[in-house]
């Protein structure tokens, strides 16, 4: 196979289709991304990012998604037919700041603004969409993938090793794997969403307006100067309008929103507009040989609850790595089908949890009820991994799978979220940027954390780790606040003294303890154990030749 071509292509570039491309970019894979659309997708479509996703994006430098995005506005309701206000709701959950949570705000930004921003980081690394470029059929052998592109009418054969299909639920290359995408078409939750220009008279930009009962007609206006300054996304709720029909004139559209909402409307624009109902499936696996899907490709769902975009650039972010390290050499394929078991019992969780949310709107006819913090996705965890490692619990058979969990800031396991911790000073070697962990957390290695009592305690462990190939695994030893700050040496690639002791209060650890935690490239912990042994064993499970 010619080795000039990359590695790796990836069909469909929204939102799931860039996470992965950059996360591979990052681990040094050349990367060819494609869409069939001609042009860049436009609208907010689910503009809704919770903070699990704010952290990965967080881990792969891209800070504009959390800088750029708004907190989500105030639901503000009316008394039928009036602009007198019945009461105001949250449609995010609170949740108390904590220094285990640097992200504890979600952010709304739209699907427009987050492609182009993925794009320009994608930018950076010489790789661009190709726009326009059609996959037309692949076929794949134990050596690789023969792909068929066409592109203005002209076809294209490209060989590559690996391909990832995040082309949408409508995509080919879910079909062409023959992967089932069992569910239902909800007939009782149709929409018409989109995003518009106008002007209405009182019309505060600080709430997100609700006018009407979703068991009959209802529209809700939420404020986005994306759209522009007079811009506003909207949904359309009637089980008595025919939607299909409105979505196709701007004019219905107009008229549909003045007779919905009690006060004088100038229209301006209408931007982009779709007609929406919920979908609830999934595939029955992720992978089949070489190729794999993510995102909208591998499941769909209610958009209540706001869960599909996040968890599509999460099942992104989880192959990045493990695809990274196999085409580096460094893994064994086998690898691979964690991506598949890791991800499988999170999606079916998240369709239960979405679903639940949809039919109590659809019952009460109130989409803020029952918002729980589990949406906020720092619950999500793959303790029942067949490569994560525990030395601290103890293996219970037939254990339940709990993988959309609630964060429970007092109990934490391999397979779970590594915390933050902020006020870290570093000794020893020239300075860095590293104050707070997730400073040190990247999609390329591991973080190997040392938390002893000492560096003299900690020794004995970096020692057993000076063959791990550095590329791919970090060091660094947490010291507790009472340890010395004079410089020292130390084979660790970083020694942080944990001042005010929020990595010991995050990670569970006694200031007199030796405990280590491996992180993985996407944040996870891998491994909780005692000393160097339990860190072989975890790597072992990990890379080749340990």
């Not at 001609?38 to 689910?46: A, E, L, N």
């Not at 009316?78 to 959950?93: A, F, I, N, Q, R």
């Not at 994608?122 to 326009?132: A, D, I, N, Q, T």
């Not at 601290?392 to 933050?420: C, S």
Request: include cysteine; glycine fraction near 8%; proline fraction near 7%.
């Amino acid at each position: 196979m010619n080795s000039t071509h990359p590695p790796v292509l990836v069909v469909g570039a929204g939102p799931a289709g860039l996470v992965a491309a950059l996360t591979l970019l990052q681990n040094g894979i050349p990367v060819r991304i494609i869409d069939k659309d001609p042009s860049p997708r436009i609208g907010q479509r689910g503009p809704g990012i919770w903070p699990r996703s704010l952290e990965l994006f967080n881990f792969l430098n891209v800070p504009e998604v959390n800088d750029l995005g708004k907190p989500a506005p105030i639901t503000r309701s009316y008394k039928p037919g009036t602009l007198e206000p019945l009461g105001e709701s949250s449609m995010v959950p609170h949740m108390e700041p904590s220094p285990a949570i640097p992200f504890h705000i979600p952010k709304m930004i739209g699907q427009q603004l987050l492609d182009v921003i993925l794009r320009r980081h994608l930018e950076k690394f010489s790789c661009s969409v190709e726009m326009g470029t059609e996959l037309r059929s692949f076929e794949q052998s134990e050596e690789g993938i023969t792909t068929v592109l066409a592109k203005n009418g002209i076809l294209e054969t490209f060989d590559t090793k690996w391909m990832i299909g995040a082309d949408g639920a409508k995509g080919v290359v879910r079909k062409q794997l023959g992967l089932t995408f069992l569910g239902e078409t909800r007939d009782d939750t149709r929409l018409v969403t989109g995003d518009i220009r106008l002007k209405g008279v009182g019309l505060d930009r600080v709430y997100w307006h609700r006018f009407g009962n979703f068991r009959e007609r209802a529209i809700t206006l939420r404020p986005t100067d994306e759209v522009g300054e007079d811009g506003w996304q909207f949904f359309i709720f009637g089980q008595d309008l025919d939607l299909t029909k409105i979505a196709q004139s701007e004019e219905l559209v107009f008229e549909t929103i003045a007779s919905l909402i009690p006060t004088e409307v100038t229209f301006n624009k209408l931007v982009w507009v779709s007609e929406f109902r919920a979908n609830i499936r999934m595939v029955n696996k992720f992978s089949e040989g070489r190729v794999f899907v993510a995102g909208d490709a591998a499941h769909v769902h209610s958009p209540t609850g706001g869960q599909g975009l996040n968890s599509s650039v999460q099942d992104a972010f989880n192959l990045g790595w493990k695809l990274a390290l196999v085409e580096k050499g460094l893994a064994d394929k086998s690898l691979l089908e964690t991506y598949n078991a890791e991800r499988l019992p999170v999606i079916s969780e998240m369709l239960e949890v979405t679903t639940s949310i949809l039919n109590q709107t659809v019952a009460t006819g109130d989409p803020t009820r029952r918002r729980t913090p589990i949406l906020f996705m720092l619950g999500i965890n793959c303790r029942f991994s067949s490569i994560v490692l525990d030395e601290f619990v103890i293996p219970v058979e037939g254990r339940p799978i709990k993988a959309y969990g609630v964060l429970d800031e007092g109990h934490l396991e391999a397979g779970d979220r590594a915390p933050d911790a902020p006020n870290l000073l570093q000794v020893g070697r020239g300075e860095s940027e590293v104050k707070t962990l997730f400073d040190l957390y990247k999609p390329w290695y591991h973080t190997v954390l040392v938390f002893a009592p000492s560096l003299s305690d900690a020794t004995p462990i970096l020692d057993a780790l000076e063959t791990c190939d550095r590329s791919v695994v970090r060091t660094t030893v947490v010291l507790p606040s009472s340890a010395p700050v004079t410089p020292v040496a130390s084979p660790a690639d970083l020694v942080l003294v944990d001042k005010e002791g929020y990595a010991h209060s995050a990670y569970l650890v006694e200031a007199n303890q030796t405990k280590v935690f491996v992180i993985r490239p996407d944040g996870v912990i891998g491994a909780i154990v005692h000393g160097a042994e339990g860190v072989k064993k975890y790597f072992s499970k990990i890379f080749l030749d340990v």
